[in-house]
């Protein structure tokens, strides 16, 4: 399965820009990169998803590296809201078609007001 | 549109009894998803249905785990005869099919505490 690596925690104050990065050296051609993200007793939802290019929707942008060995998760204005635990997931559907989702520990962001 | 519903929301029970979790995806999502979530830890795939087929369930300890998916449509998964370790979150989730590139909508999950 296709692996990504991403900081246990980081912090942000409230209103300013925040960068989550995700290493995903092992990337396949077809994998596409996704984000999801749970709150506190919540199921995760989901973010953002691209391929090469980078993505804009009105939760976050989704920045590819140009060999996409890595990418970032942009939220552009950090509320108390967007504290949760973000993942990066690479949908693995190289191998065996089942195009799972596969879900590391994920970063836990906090948000200060 | 209503999201993936998921049955109960908590349950306790001891070791060695079994148990059932309940899922109704999203009307007209082929593909749905069972995941275990231990606390601190990502949630884990146990087994993966498009329609009321088995795509995956190489996580699914079988010994002990089982799902179906009768018609396609809702879904359950059993425990029997239930351990300590399998006290977690039960997440059921639902994509609109397998191949297309769309999100996949989790339901609220079922908060297992086996004692």
């Known amino acids: 399965d296709a692996k990504t690596t991403q900081p246990n925690s980081m912090e942000s104050n409230e209103e300013e820009p925040v960068h989550l990065p995700c290493n995903h050296s092992?990337?396949?051609?077809?994998?596409?990169i996704h984000w999801y993200r749970q709150l506190p007793s919540q199921g995760p939802e989901y973010v953002i998803h691209?391929?090469?290019s980078n993505v804009n929707n009105r939760m976050a942008s989704l920045a590819i590296a140009e060999d996409r060995k890595s990418s970032t998760l942009i939220l552009h204005r950090a509320t108390l809201r967007d504290a949760a635990v973000y993942y990066c997931?690479?949908?693995?559907?190289?191998?065996?078609?089942?195009?799972?989702?596969?879900f590391g520990t994920g970063t836990r962001l906090k948000v200060l007001a | 549109e209503a999201g993936v519903a998921q049955s109960p929301r908590y349950k306790i029970i001891e070791k060695r009894q079994s148990v059932a979790f309940w899922c109704n995806p999203i009307?007209?999502?082929?593909?749905l998803y069972w995941y275990q979530q231990i606390l601190g830890q990502g949630p884990k795939l146990l087994i993966q249905?498009?329609?009321?087929?088995?795509?995956?369930d190489s996580q699914l300890p079988k010994d002990r785990f089982s799902a179906e998916r009768l018609k396609g449509v809702d879904s359950t998964l059993k425990i029997q005869p239930a351990k300590l370790e399998d006290s977690a979150v039960y997440l059921c989730?639902?994509?609109?099919?397998?191949?297309?590139?769309?999100?996949?909508?989790f339901g609220q999950g079922t908060r297992l505490t086996v004692v």
């Open positions: 989730a639902s994509s609109l099919d397998l191949v297309s590139d769309t999100e996949a909508f």
């Open positions: 092992t990337i396949s051609g077809t994998d596409y």
């Open positions: 691209g391929l090469t």
């Open positions: 997931i690479l949908r693995d559907d190289r191998t065996s078609g089942t195009y799972k989702y596969i």
């Open positions: 009307s007209g999502h082929a593909t």
């Open positions: 249905f498009q329609n009321n087929g088995v795509v995956d």
